[in-house]
């Protein structure tokens, strides 16, 4: 059994801004291998044998907690 413990998902209409932002954070110095959608890690999930990935929300502002964990 192969379990991804560190993930990240965003809503399909905020993952495009959300990828492109976080890349500019990092200067670009790594190649994204997934879209950021719920689709795009369930398709690398299939992909790469893996059985569970846990979702690590992401909190850019406290007033995002509530609403990013529901």
Request: aromatic letters at 8%; hydrophobic letters at 40%; zero cysteines.
């Amino acid at each position: 059994m192969i379990i991804d413990f560190h993930t990240h998902v965003f809503p399909d209409k905020l993952a495009p801004k959300a990828l492109s932002e976080l890349m500019a954070n990092i200067n670009n110095i790594y190649k994204p291998v997934t879209d950021m959608t719920v689709a795009g890690l369930t398709r690398n999930m299939d992909n790469w044998n893996i059985n569970y990935s846990i979702v690590q929300p992401v909190v850019t502002k406290p007033s995002q907690t509530l609403s990013i964990n529901n």
